[in-house]
């Protein structure tokens, strides 16, 4: 039953992966140009849909966002029309609110590095940056994976040591690092920076880093520079809190039934069976407000519950920085749900399953074919990351106090009662890596598997902290693990002492696998990374039309394949075969046909059931940030990348099917000891709260060794994971260069030559003179006119320094054009120096900012010349052959970029993939799918370009690995 629309406005949304944003316009809802995506004015209230997953299982998100300045009665529209378009979604969108400079990390996620704040909005006239005279502006950054970008006013006292500034002038970028941010702030600053040059600078601008807020000392013109648009030095303090600042903290959760317009307590402890389907819901729990829709709630309901819950944040003075959330009955999210002491699932669960924030995809629901019914036509599988083949394979059995090798004629057999640690070594990127894990038997006495812990933590310190270490559960195996092992056989029993002792104690039977008895193997698996073998009960109700079966007596040995079963396990029953029992020969039964020696070897003939194994729902994989300082807590990390990957951190990446720490290379080493153990605690509480497994397969992987099982989730820049340094040092390594992070280790100051600074002084200054842009009429928005007594001010401090410096002359064993300046002190997490000019380069390069260096010892000052200053000026009228050439060299690569583009070829999808009989040369291999026509590229991927790019990166590169365009 489809949703009538009665909002033009709302036709045909959600039917694409990605966003759509509407202003509220007069009242009314009006969809804004892509290109508009990412900037919001502060008088204005805006609605914003993201649409994940696929056709057919959409999962929606829908924000209402309102600007600081915007009126009553537009906010009213924005939240009365996000319920209306929930409505045409099929009421199943989780809608939060979004209150401009208190955004939601999820919202804030769509548009990284940030959201760009704007003043002004539809009613007062919208004037965009780009249509203005340049204003000089200052903002305050913070955040470290997204960032909260504010405009302040343009003052000395704005600035603060606990802040980070950016300050944009008409001609330079500056960014001031306060003494107590960290690398974190200042790294993910510096992605803004190079926003703010791109979006308004067309990137022809510099860019300089300023730190610590001290006195600049003469010869330090960047720093002198900063502060003179300041109208010159002063010292500067903390933040001066606010009621912004508050921070909520988590209270015991406390429930509100909405009746009439009105609040009323809910007595009781919280369980789910408090909820009523006619009934909305505020879920009070001092972080988050959560409104909870019934089912079965009138509309007029549903549309004045958000209403409700403003006005209960307004009566319980609660602060703005609170999150609200609306739920609709059964699309509820694990955050609301873990407030409540049990949340059961019915079984006819919806099949938008939330599963830790976010839904990937639905996979209808395999049954069982009946026997006699035509057997399928062969799917062809997906093959996931797998290890290099060819490496070398190790394998210990656990057994009391000690770890004893497995013979290499036996490894591939495990024992169900048993504990084995696994050590696979392979060669990738000319260096050895490890794959190194404790297999853990479903019978297996905890003795065993504590010993098999520390033993593998003690192999993993001898390899000096460098393998990946897991954990894998038996009947949990990933795919890795199984593709090493050619053939897997899971038998029953155990050969551990532990094992043995522990059944005679209990009067249990022992089961351990013997080849001269009678036993039953049941055969699962289509290709090397699933292929098992797995001992079951002797009995014929444990056969299955799906599978394949070896049965074995004493004196014989039958291979039984069923009628659906697939070649693949056909092929592996004759492998296992010669594996258990080596030259032995078989008798073949064929569903249908068994011969009454068969039946009598599986213990007489009996009834059976034939289901094929459904695979588990396909969810999208979560990245979270782990918090194990005192209280365990868990943040996830929206529309994550490589580059929320930081030094400083332990992150989870959780793929349902696996669990993998990732332990950063800054993170405290008596830390690093503790990342298994970290891992458990959040597959302790995914258990709880979202259905994870407690069997699922845990790694903890180092920072620099990641396998390529957990960098297919990314789109994975290699050169990124080599840089060894705080998060800061390695932003600036891979915009500028290893350098720069020598210089800065070394704490000289980046500088220019005296020759090119006098030369950029003295053209700053010529620009400072000239005569004033025309300003445009006032409006409510400020025009961006740019300050021109701060500017000629800034010049000739510029200059003045300059000049001064030279007189003076370098040091005594001083590189030339190196000027040792005074020492500063700074905490240890501050690199400190007054400034850094980073970006007199090409436009994409943003640098550290380098410590000081050592107190200089007093130095003879020396006359200058008579013509210094005429020298000075004769060199700006030139072009200047370090900086011109370099700036010519750049735009021409990106003239002949562009022009590549503009005339790149296409060729057929035959010559472009990789299996290719007739390849084409010459191309960029990564970027296969480029060359292909869009009426090509669209028969082929089944979307069109647009559509594709507006993907992941990671999903991207899934779709191309199917298509053979990787």
């Known amino acids: 039953m489809s949703t009538k629309v009665s909002e033009p406005a709302f036709q045909g949304v959600g039917q694409k992966v990605g966003i759509e944003i509407w202003r509220i316009e007069n009242l009314q809802p009006v969809a804004l140009p892509d290109s508009d995506y990412g900037r919001f004015y502060s008088g204005d209230s805006y609605i914003v849909l993201k649409t994940a997953g696929k056709a057919g299982a959409y999962k ?78 200052l903002y305050t950054c913070e955040g470290k994976r997204v960032a909260r970008l504010k405009q302040v ?78 109208g010159g030095f002063a010292s500067i303090g903390k933040k001066t809190a606010s009621e912004n600042d508050i921070i909520p903290e988590k209270t015991p959760a406390k429930l509100y039934c909405i009746a009439g317009g009105q609040v009323q307590d809910v007595v009781g402890e919280l369980s789910k069976s408090l909820l009523r389907t006619d009934k909305c819901y505020i879920l009070y729990c001092g972080t988050h407000v959560f409104v909870w829709v019934g089912r079965a709630t009138r509309l007029e309901d549903k549309k004045a519950a958000m209403q409700t819950a403003e006005e209960f944040i307004v009566n319980h003075n609660i602060s703005k920085s609170t999150l609200v959330t609306r739920l609709m009955q059964s699309h509820e999210t694990s955050s609301f749900k873990s407030n409540f002491g049990s949340w059961t699932t019915a079984s006819t669960a919806a099949p938008f399953e939330e599963g830790r924030g976010k839904v990937a995809a639905m996979l209808k629901q395999q049954g069982g074919l009946l026997k006699g019914q035509t057997k399928p036509s062969p799917v062809e599988e997906e093959v996931p990351p797998l290890l290099p083949e060819n490496g070398e394979l190790e394998v210990w059995h656990i057994d009391g106090e000690s770890k004893t090798p497995v013979p290499k004629e036996d490894i591939g ?204 729902v396909v969810r999208e994989p979560h990245l979270f940030e782990i918090s194990s300082k005192g209280k365990f807590e868990v943040e996830e990390v929206y529309n994550f990348e490589q580059d929320d990957l930081l030094a400083e951190d332990f992150m989870i990446l959780d793929t349902h099917a696996e669990v993998i720490v990732w332990v950063g290379q800054s993170v405290d080493p008596k830390e690093k000891q503790n990342a298994l153990e970290i891992g458990q605690k959040y597959v302790d509480l995914a258990a709880s709260v979202d259905g994870l497994s407690p069997n699922v397969p845990l790694y903890r992987v180092q920072a620099g060794s990641e396998p390529c099982f957990f960098t297919t989730y990314f789109s994975w820049d290699p050169t990124k994971a080599t840089v060894q340094a705080n998060s800061f040092k390695k932003k600036a390594i891979l915009l500028f260069g290893p350098g720069v992070i020598e210089n800065y280790d070394n704490k000289p100051e980046v500088n220019k030559s005296g020759a090119t600074q006098r030369a950029s002084a003295m053209a700053a200054l010529t620009s400072a003179f000239k005569s004033s842009t025309v300003t445009k009429p006032a409006t409510t928005t400020a025009p961006r006119v740019f300050n021109r007594a701060s500017q000629r001010a800034a010049a000739i401090a510029a200059l003045s320094n300059v000049l001064t410096a030279e007189r003076k002359g370098p040091l005594p064993d001083s590189p030339p054009g190196r000027q040792q300046k005074k020492n500063t002190s700074s905490e240890p997490s501050s690199p400190n120096t007054n400034s850094a000019i980073v970006d007199q380069v090409p436009a994409t390069a943003l640098a550290p900012a380098p410590d000081p260096a050592p107190d200089p010892a007093p130095v003879k000052s020396e006359e200058p010349e008579n013509n210094e200053v005429s020298e000075a000026a004769s060199e700006t009228s030139e072009p200047n052959p370090e900086t011109n050439e370099e700036e010519s060299s750049v735009k021409e690569t990106d003239e002949e970029e562009k022009a590549c583009e503009d005339t790149q070829s296409t060729y057929s999808y035959d010559q472009l993939i990789s299996k290719s009989t007739n390849p084409v040369t010459g191309i960029d291999f990564k970027k296969r799918e480029t060359y292909l026509s869009p009426e090509e590229f669209e028969e082929v991927f089944k979307m069109t370009k647009e559509k594709f790019y507006e993907l992941p990166r990671w999903k991207q590169d899934h779709i191309k690995k199917k298509v053979d365009l990787f």
């Not at 099929?90 to 400079?101: I, K, N, W």
């Not at 190194?436 to 297996?444: H, Q, R, V």
């Not at 290709?527 to 599978?547: E, F, R």
């Open 413 to 616: 057999k495990f024992y169900s009662g048993d504990c084995y640690i696994c050590d696979y070594s392979y060669d990738v990127n000319d260096k050895k890596d490890h794959y190194l894990c404790c297999w853990i038997g479903k019978d297996s006495i905890q003795e065993d598997q504590t010993l098999a812990s520390q033993q593998a933590t003690s192999m993993f310190k001898s390899l000096k902290c460098k393998p990946v270490q897991g954990r894998v559960h038996q009947g949990k195996e990933p795919p890795q693990f199984v593709a090493i092992f050619q053939p897997m056989i899971v038998l029953k029993g155990g050969l551990s002492s532990g094992y043995k002792s522990y059944i005679a104690d209990k009067g249990l039977k022992d089961e351990t696998y013997n080849p001269d008895t009678s036993a039953l193997i049941e055969i699962s698996g289509t290709a090397m990374h699933n292929n098992k073998a797995i001992q079951v009960d002797v009995a014929a109700t444990s056969l299955n039309s799906y599978g394949c079966f070896i049965a074995q007596t004493s004196s014989s040995v039958f291979t039984w394949h069923g009628n659906q079963s697939t070649a693949e396990q056909q092929q592996l029953t004759g492998k296992v075969v010669e594996y258990l029992k080596p030259g032995v020969t078989t008798k073949l039964a064929r569903e249908g046909k068994e011969s009454l020696a068969f039946w009598l070897a599986v213990g007489g003939k009996q009834s059976y059931d034939s289901k094929k194994v459904t695979q588990e």
């Open 60 to 137: 929606y998100d829908i924000h209402f966002w309102l600007g600081k300045d915007t009126s009553q009665d537009e906010a009213g529209t924005a939240s009365m029309k996000a319920v209306e378009l929930d409505v045409v979604l099929g009421s199943r969108a989780v809608q939060y609110r979004e209150l401009q400079g208190h955004e939601s990390s999820r919202f804030l996620s769509y548009f990284k590095p940030c959201l760009l704040p704007l003043e002004g909005g539809f009613s007062s006239g919208i004037k965009t940056p780009e249509d203005e005279n340049y204003e000089t502006r």
């Open 153 to 230: 006013p343009f003052t000395q006292s704005s600035l603060n040591h606990d802040e980070i500034f950016i300050l944009d002038t008409k001609d330079r970028i500056f960014q001031f690092n306060g003494a107590n941010t960290n690398n974190n702030e200042r790294s993910k600053a510096l992605d803004v920076v190079q926003l703010l040059k791109d979006k308004y600078h067309e990137g022809n601008c510099t860019v300089a880093i300023v730190d610590d807020g001290k006195q600049p000392t003469e010869g330090s013109g960047l720093s002198g520079e900063f502060w003179a648009l300041f």
